[in-house]
């Protein structure tokens, strides 16, 4: 787990979810062939979290891209192919479907959810390319109902953890640092 996951991880857990990093999901060869991958490894998944008083599972993807451009509208409405790639479950329905079906089923059969849970698919950008990008792809993202965590929304989470009594936690006390006044 890099410490952006971490940091998005800590904050889904005071948020009332339990929170599992690195998610493996076990495809079956029959799911691997119909997403058209039938040799792949099992998927990963960055972050899955659940909130049982909601009985609602959240797939969270973490792009931080903090020294670089950012998250691009282009990877999601097919004009950039390669970076496209970054986003697979946004991107390819299919893959999508069969990938948080099979989670589902898994998390149910571990005893890790209650039966029939929301899934809800969320992107945590640290950086958004442009004020066009983030209009656009948070207009993406609400229509597909889907959550966009962007900085501003990672700079109001620290904002609560700064404000919150003392921990021993390294997100709290980075954010204590960071943002007193």
Known sequence: ???????????????????????????????????GRPSSPRWELDIVAY???ENEVLVVECKSYLDSRGVQFSSFDGSDKKSARRYKLFIEERLREIVLDRLVVQLEADGLCRPAPTVRLCLVAGR??????????????DDARWQLWDDTWIRGTLTEIANLGYEDDVSAVVAKILLRK
């Open 128 to 141: 958004i390319a442009t004020e066009q990008d983030r209009l656009k792809l948070a207009k993406k993202f």
């Open 51 to 53: 909130k049982p008083a």
């Open 1 to 35: 787990m890099n410490a952006f996951e971490q940091l998005v991880a800590t904050t889904l857990e005071r948020k009332g979810y339990w929170v599992r990093t690195d998610f493996k999901v076990n495809l079956s060869k029959e799911e691997k062939k119909a997403i």
